[in-house]
């Protein structure tokens, strides 16, 4: 058995497009989600947010679902474009008393309210702007981080500046793979170096209006050489620099990583990097959120992920339904290795989970006994991390409901609980169960 510290967080993470619906009630307008999912051929069967899980309907029932499981925490994503219909200029009070809802509704019951600012849905008024890559977005960013932490500043206990900017940086403006799917690299380095002043002037500000614990989390996705080859050791430090060291080094160290820099240069994908911008991108944060789900084996291939130039394989491990390699253990070493290289106050694992399609049988259970086996193994990884000295604080799987999983829509499914898509009934699955006992406990039986 195995015994997590006191006052330990067990939660489940969520994001505000991926499960609100309700996108254009009480003032919201397009995010560059919405634009993104309604365009044809963009996501599996055509999908989009419209309804997703009607949370924005539905958020009493579902942090009482969460009360009666025991969590501690919920690390939920504010809609920007709920809070900033036109990205800029005033708030909109309906978006901000949806918020102020749900987040006493947490502490009526108990739970901890973590709220991520950014979890991709930019107001699509600020992409027509120029979105990331124009440097005004990073103001834009900055006064809806005001507004959120002007309002709920004394309640919400952990607030995340950016969730996952690798996605939005290469993903949205580099690959074209994610919204607003522009294929750009020159456009995707400026994304991310706006991504990170932004950052540090967000956690500056939710400073000055008393926000007590500010962090920021990236996605961490180890990436080993797929052989001895020396080109493949080089191909998987690119990988590893350009998924999440490029977000670490200049937040923990105030530069960017070598071997990408140079890549960037020779490509002429340098952003313009302004006087001043390094050091209040390193702006003293209170955490290091982790998301981890898996591992890749690497060589490499000038013609993949642009000026990174590396391809990845498969290593032979088992496999979720969107065929991420599954590795508990990848999860003790990352947290292991991030701690001793940036040496955070704190760290949270701010998202593990996985996608298993368990339908409920005939009798309305829904068993998923791959889902606690992927929760009970990485559990126990990270309690192999606090015995190595990882200052681990809390655990947010995702997620709660099986929601809009992004270009997959509806095809994929992480919740703990199950959503008939067409009643909008929620159902415990075996997994929330399981949950429930480690959280109730704080320990691993
Ligand atoms: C992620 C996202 C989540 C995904 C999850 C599964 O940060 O990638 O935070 O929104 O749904 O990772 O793909």
Same mark, same amino acid.
């Given at each position: 058995m195995r015994t997590f510290p006191d006052g330990f967080l067990w939660g489940t993470a969520t994001a505000a497009y991926q499960i609100e619906g309700a996108v254009a009630e009480g003032g919201r307008k397009p995010s560059v989600w919405d634009t993104f999912?309604?365009?044809?051929?963009?996501?599996?069967?055509?999908?989009?947010?419209?309804?997703?899980?009607?949370?924005y309907h539905r958020y009493d029932e579902d942090?009482?679902?969460?009360?009666?499981?025991?969590?501690?925490?919920?690390?939920?994503?504010?809609?920007?474009?709920?809070?900033?219909?036109?990205?800029?200029?005033p708030a909109n009070p &309906?978006?901000?008393?949806? *918020? +102020?809802?749900?987040? +006493?509704?947490?502490?009526?019951?108990?739970i901890v309210p973590a709220l991520t600012l950014n979890h991709w849905d930019m107001p699509q008024a600020l992409q027509d702007r120029g979105g990331w890559p124009d440097r005004?977005?990073?103001?834009?960013?900055?006064?809806?981080?005001?507004?959120?932490?002007?309002?709920?500043?004394?309640?919400?206990?952990?607030?995340?500046?950016?969730?996952?900017?690798?996605? %939005?940086?290469?993903?949205?403006?580099?690959?074209?793979?994610? &919204?607003?799917?522009?294929?750009?690299?020159?456009? &995707?380095s400026r994304a991310a170096h706006h991504l990170l002043l932004a950052h540090g002037r967000a956690v500056t500000a939710l400073r000055a209006l008393g926000a007590p614990e500010i962090g920021?989390?990236?996605?961490?996705?180890?990436h080993r050489p797929a052989t001895d080859r020396p080109e493949d050791a080089l191909a998987a430090r690119r990988a590893n620099e350009l998924i999440y060291g490029w977000f670490l080094d200049p937040v923990f160290h105030g530069r960017y990583p070598r071997l990408l820099w140079d890549r960037f240069a020779e490509h002429g994908c340098l952003p313009d990097v302004e006087d001043g911008d390094m050091d209040e %991108?390193?702006?003293? %944060?209170?955490?290091?959120?982790?998301?981890? *789900?898996?591992?890749? +084996?690497?060589?490499?291939?000038?013609?993949?992920?642009g000026p990174a130039g590396f391809r990845e394989l498969l290593p032979p491990l088992p496999r979720t339904d969107c065929d991420w390699p599954v590795h508990p253990d990848g999860l003790r070493e990352t947290l292991v290795e991030i701690n001793r290289e940036y040496r955070p106050k704190a760290m949270y694992v701010t998202e593990n989970g996985a996608s298993y399609d368990d339908p409920p049988r005939a009798n309305g259970v829904v068993d998923d006994p791959r889902r606690v086996e992927f929760l009970r193994s990485h559990f126990a990884a990270a309690h192999? &991390? %606090?015995?190595?000295?990882?200052?681990?604080?809390?655990?947010?799987?995702?997620?709660?409901?099986?929601?809009?999983?992004?270009?997959?829509? *509806?095809?994929?499914?992480?919740?703990?609980?199950?959503?008939?898509? +067409?009643?909008?009934?929620?159902?415990?699955?075996?997994?929330?169960?399981f949950y429930e006992r480690v959280a109730r406990t704080n320990t691993l039986p």
């Open positions: 999912a309604h365009t044809p051929g963009r996501i599996e069967n055509g999908y989009t947010g419209d309804v997703a899980c009607d949370h942090v009482e679902l969460m009360s009666s499981l025991g969590l501690g925490a919920y690390r939920f994503s504010a809609g920007w474009s709920r809070v900033m219909p036109d990205g800029v200029g &309906a978006g901000l008393d949806f *918020y +102020d809802r749900l987040v +006493d509704a947490l502490l009526e019951r108990g005004a977005t990073v103001d834009a960013f900055v006064e809806y981080a005001r507004a959120l932490a002007g309002r709920l500043g004394d309640r919400v206990r952990l607030w995340t500046t950016h969730n996952e900017p690798w996605v %939005i940086a290469y993903n949205g403006y580099g690959e074209g793979s994610m &919204a607003p799917g522009v294929r750009d690299w020159k456009a &995707a920021y989390s990236p996605c961490v996705i180890p %991108i390193r702006a003293p %944060i209170d955490f290091l959120g982790v998301n981890y *789900y898996m591992v890749f +084996d690497t060589v490499d291939d000038p013609d993949e992920n192999g &991390a %606090i015995e190595a000295g990882v200052p681990l604080r809390g655990y947010f799987v995702w997620t709660l409901l099986d929601n809009f999983e992004w270009i997959w829509g *509806y095809n994929r499914t992480f919740g703990i609980v199950h959503v008939d898509r +067409d009643t909008q009934r929620r159902t415990v699955k075996s997994s929330a169960r």
